[in-house]
Every structure is written in C-alpha cells, then in structure tokens.
C-alpha cells in the first residue's frame, strides 16, 4: 500500500491570507466553501506512472462520495501559492524559432472537476473529462493571460502546442481544447499569470493539492477527507 503525506488546509482554504487586505482583488477564483489538503508520496520508494493513476483516480472518486461534497479535483499548485511553481517554454505550431528561444509560462497539472472546484470558470472551450487520458490524444487548456499573451485577437481554441522545443526527445504536440480565468499566484498583489494546463492522468504526479467544493461548512469535511486518503 503506498504511503502518503497529508496537511490540510481548513476552512476558507487556498492560501488567502491576504483576502482582507486586498478586498477589491479578483483573484480568479473561490475560496467560499473550499476545503484544500496536499498529498504527496515521501519518496520511500519509487512509483510508475499507472499506480499514480490508480491512487488518483480511487482517491479522488472516494472524496467525490463523502456527504457534502458537490466536487472535487486535484492540481499541481493552487492559486495564490508559489510552493509549487513550473515555468516551462512553450512553441506554437507555426511559430517555431530558434531552440531556448520558446515562451515561457506557467505549467499546471489538473484532473478533471478542478476548475468547477476552484470556481474558474471556462471561457471557451471545454475542461478536462475522464476521456483525457494516458490513450487520449495529447490536449491542454490555456489561461486567458496566455491567450492574451499568446494569441493575441485569436481563438486558440484548435491550436496546437508543447512544452519544450520540438528537436527535444520527449517533445509532443498538444491540442488546446479549452480556455479558463486567469488566477494569481505569489499573492494577489500579483498579476493575473499566464498558464497552461495539462491533464493529470497525462502527467501524473506525486504532488497534488486536493481542492474540495461544499454544500456544508468546509471545516465539518476535515477529518472525513483525512480518513480517505489515509
């Protein structure tokens, strides 16, 4: 059975200390109703990508049951927190310069039911489904910042993309599927970040932050979500 690590974050959730003071900020999502914990593997032992699909999958279809919980997703880093951060350089087919001279942006990493869970909404396009998996063809969703930035007076919606540059080995293209809100990180004095998002099951990890919506006080879903993942 694989070991876990697990802190919780109770309550209001999402790293917004800051809410108070920065009232009139839209940070791109919703902590109303949250409730947020990070799981991780210590690293005892090394794991494949298919078990790490496995133990997402149960876990977060165990989370998903627990009365009052209307959704649930995992994400690599949750907004308005830097602890976890990747940047990668992206190319644009039909834009591909000279290598190290790719885009650099944020990389998020999500399964399904994230952006309801965190309340971001999707613009365009659709948000990641059970359908994009490890057998699915390669998709990504870009933030409305990277659109922004990115494809600027276009839809990019259809466009395909990878991180890297594609002379590197491990390289693929992905087709953007959808575009979401923009949300903050580093605190929300920050401005809204360029990102995009790949799938969980298309790059499983063994750091998730958990992101719960509720219908009842988030607080009364702590002890119930630890017992789930432990």
């Known amino acids: 059975e694989m ?12 790293l917004v200390r800051t809410l108070g003071e920065l009232g009139s900020v839209d940070p791109g999502f919703s902590e109303r109703n949250a409730l947020t914990a990070q799981v991780w593997h210590p690293g005892t032992r090394a794991i494949g990508d298919d078990e790490l699909r496995v133990f997402h999958t149960s876990l977060l279809e165990k989370i998903r049951a627990l009365p009052g919980v209307t959704s649930a997703g995992a994400v690599l880093s949750l907004p308005v927190d830097d602890a976890i951060s990747a940047r990668e350089g992206y190319s644009i087919e039909g834009r591909v310069g000279e290598r190290g001279s790719e885009p650099v942006a944020g990389l998020q990493i999500a399964s399904p039911g994230t952006f309801e869970s965190l309340g ?14 490890p057998q699915g063809p390669p998709v990504m969703i870009v933030s409305q910042a990277f659109a922004d930035g990115f494809f600027p007076g276009e839809d990019p919606v259809g466009a395909r993309m990878g ?18 809100g923009s949300t903050r990180h580093g605190g929300l004095d920050s401005l809204p970040r360029a990102e995009a998002y790949v799938p969980l099951a298309q790059s499983p990890t063994p750091w998730i932050s958990l992101v719960l919506r509720t219908s009842v006080p988030a607080g009364s879903l702590a002890e119930p979500l630890r017992r789930a993942v432990m």
């Open 120 to 133: 971001i909404p999707v613009l365009r396009g659709r948000p990641f489904t059970d359908a994009d998996g």
């Open 3 to 14: 070991a876990i690590s697990l802190a919780l974050l109770v309550g209001a959730g999402l």
């Open 163 to 180: 991180a890297g540059h594609p002379e590197s080995p491990d390289f693929h293209w992905a087709t953007i599927v959808g575009v979401v």
